[in-house]
């Protein structure tokens, strides 16, 4: 018989459901504006380790947009003040037991706020979803220190690969210095973080700043990550605002995607002019909506959280 | 023969490394923040058991192994090779003693194994999980003792060797277990 249940039991949907409620209630209470911007738009990240599906509609190229950042970014830019979106994103080629291609994203931006008051409200929001109350923080350069016994701002590329290779048994032969440190992150730090609270990394490396302002030292961003019984959970940033130096992260990505043989991504200009008019200081966090049902359910398996999972 | 992405990852999936087949036994998509992603997996050499922990990078292609698991009817051992018939087609394959291994001991003739085959050639053999076998040769022990009172080795009509209740005696055919090796009870003719 052809296989039409869902992948979730009705009772983790009644709960979705209401954790939707809450959620919207917690903005609502703290006058942080809905939006919902376009799932689908003319523009994509370039990101080099993100995939969007391009569409083609109306005689044009379309993407399904990975995160609402930069729609939300423009909204800023235009003086909405501070906003949140609950909504569908889709990235491409991810599949797994925390992740689906498409999955619901809460995003939000709070004008005038640094990364550490933003990480206040994500606590404030996960131990609302989840009841906990233990807080744990962390910076990026502590953690390799307490699992790995090394500095990650001080070591070698060699060095790097000698101890992933002596942790984690054969890797590809041409991982580059941040794909070492982000998978020695992923498989024998992350797993430990927030266990039985909600843990908070900040101060990643310069060299995955992304979206983030540097520390005035520039060895690291004003970046930070938020995890929960070994999930990461959300991702934040004390938002770089000059339109410079994000054209030129943009065109170092794009050269990062050249080396790696993918195809470069054009770069968002509307984004970009957005900037140049004037994004205010603001900080801005992702959080994976599923996960936090996840976590708020104790299911360690996605497609035991939403309807069908793929 | 096929390749296959990571994305196409699953547990009983084989594929080459290193010149040899293996199958997946585990593997977990790895994501970190924004990072590049990866397939962790665990793969088990079929030609030699030993099990690894191996790194790829998401969207990687690796290529599959012609590997294939069919039950056949075990015929007979000409002393260097096991015979073994495909009862549909009347095939037949030989397996050496590498491919039948420590399982040469719990082959019956006319009975159903599973014969792995990479390339078409039979890699290894895994024999049902129960086999009857005849007592060749054991200690009488004592008389009308047939209460749990310990064990004894027998010696049976394949060679092998098994622990058996003292009650057990020449002539008598067992059950086994092949995957612990262990007695499982008299057979019921």
């Known amino acids: 018989m052809t296989p039409w249940q869902p992948t979730a039991p009705l009772s983790n949907l009644r709960h979705r459901a209401q954790l939707l409620r809450e959620v919207r209630a917690f903005f609502h209470e703290r006058q942080v504006l809905e939006v919902d911007t376009p799932l689908l738009m003319p523009n994509s990240v370039t990101d080099p380790y993100m995939t969007a599906l391009e569409v083609h509609n109306l005689g044009q190229t379309y993407y399904l947009q990975t995160s609402p950042e930069y729609a939300m970014k423009r909204l800023l830019c235009a003086g909405i003040g501070d906003i949140y979106q609950l909504g569908k994103n889709v990235r491409a080629e991810e599949r797994g037991a925390k992740h689906q291609s498409e999955f619901t994203l809460l995003e939000w931006y709070r004008v005038g706020w640094d990364h550490h008051q933003l990480m206040d409200e994500v606590f404030a929001l996960v131990s609302m979803a989840t009841g906990l109350s233990k807080r744990e923080n962390y910076t990026y350069q502590q953690c390799f220190e307490q699992y790995l016994a090394f500095d990650p701002l001080a070591i070698t590329t060699p060095q790097l690969a000698a101890i992933a290779s002596e942790k984690l048994g054969q890797l590809p032969a041409d991982l580059r210095h941040d794909d070492y440190l982000s998978l020695l ?26 979206l983030a302002r540097l520390n005035p030292e520039h060895q690291t961003a004003a970046r930070f990550e938020c995890y929960c019984s070994g999930l990461e959970l959300a991702n934040g940033f004390w938002e770089l605002t000059e339109a410079t130096l994000q054209q ?63 | 023969m096929a390749s296959y992405s ?9 594929i080459m490394q290193d010149g040899e087949p293996c199958v997946i036994v585990e593997n977990e998509f790895v994501r970190p923040g924004k990072g590049q992603a990866f397939a962790r997996a665990k793969l088990r050499y079929l030609l030699t058991g030993r099990v690894v922990e191996r790194t790829f990078k998401s969207g990687d292609s690796v290529e599959g192994a ?62 049902p999980n129960m086999v009857v076998l005849e007592v060749t040769d054991t200690d009488p022990g004592l008389k009308g003792d047939t209460s749990s009172g310990g064990n004894k080795p027998a010696t049976l009509n394949t060679g092998a060797v098994v622990n058996v209740p003292l009650f057990v005696q020449i002539g008598e055919k067992i059950k086994v277990d092949t995957r612990s090796g262990e007695y499982a009870g008299r057979a019921k003719e």
């Open chain 1, 248 to 310: 030129q992260r943009f065109e170092a990505d794009n050269l990062t995607r050249q080396t790696l043989g993918k195809p470069t991504i054009a770069i968002d200009e509307p984004f970009l002019a957005a900037l140049e008019h004037g994004l205010p200081m603001c900080s801005g966090v992702a959080l994976g909506f599923d996960r936090l049902l996840m976590l708020s359910l104790g299911e360690s398996d996605i497609a035991r959280v939403v309807p069908f999972a793929q």
């Open chain 1, 185 to 210: 992150f992923a498989t024998c730090i992350e797993p430990f973080l927030g266990q039985g609270g909600v843990a908070f990394v900040s101060d990643f490396p310069a060299s995955q700043a992304s």
């Open chain 2, 6 to 14: 990571t994305n196409e990852f699953r547990n009983g999936l084989k």
């Open chain 2, 66 to 127: 012609d590997v294939m698991d069919q039950d056949m009817e075990y015929l007979y051992t000409d002393g260097e090779f096991w015979h073994f018939m495909d009862p549909a087609s009347f095939e037949q394959v030989a397996a050496d003693a590498k491919a039948v291994g420590d399982n040469a001991k719990w082959l019956v003739e006319q009975n159903s194994c599973q014969i792995t085959t990479w390339n078409g050639n039979p890699i290894a053999v895994t024999p």
